[in-house]
């Protein structure tokens, strides 16, 4: 699967989770060329793709559709990915720490069960969290407030591989020290 499409599949409920605990403040998914809504604002981005955990693990199995004795193998196992949080606070306005509090409360509400409830029926796991950094930036003749801290999530990842059906098969060899010339499999 490739980055772009396993992105499309995990931001959404963490844009929920931020759309529940804060419902007025915009959020966007941080590109170089997006629009930025007017601040405060929050912006998240994958900073780190899929990784593997460990060893994937198999399972084999025989199917009977659509082909009748086709095997297929369930290939799957942890992955991890980074989701940097990043909230944009208003220049203008004379609070300045006003974006690393909506960082703590962000962090905070990882701890509460039912928004991490939300994020696990959506397959994902809370696995660390990063401290908040005041990442402030000059802005014209002031500072933008910016602040950032970064999720480590788990993710399940699942595939399968089809490796289709053996139809016909010719085979030449001994048989109790005897050469056979050509013998047969009966068929089903």
Known sequence: MSSVKVEEA?????????????????????????????????????????????????????????????????????????????CYGNPEDKQYYDAQNKLVQLQDSLEDEVRRVDLTSAGLSVWFSTDILDIAELLETGFEPRAQFDIIFGIASNRAADLGAIEKTEITGTYDGQEEPEFSVPED
């Not at 409920?13 to 629009?35: C, H, S």
């Open 10 to 86: 995990i931001t959404p409920p963490i844009l929920a989770w931020l759309k529940k605990e804060f419902p007025d403040v915009p959020r966007i998914i941080e590109r170089p060329n997006v629009p930025r809504p007017k601040t405060p604002y929050f912006a998240i981005f994958m900073t780190t793709p899929l990784t593997k955990v460990g060893m994937s693990d198999s399972v084999e199995f025989i199917s009977s559709l659509p082909v009748p004795g086709a095997t297929s193998y369930n290939i799957g196992g942890q992955r991890q990915f980074t989701m940097a949080i990043r």
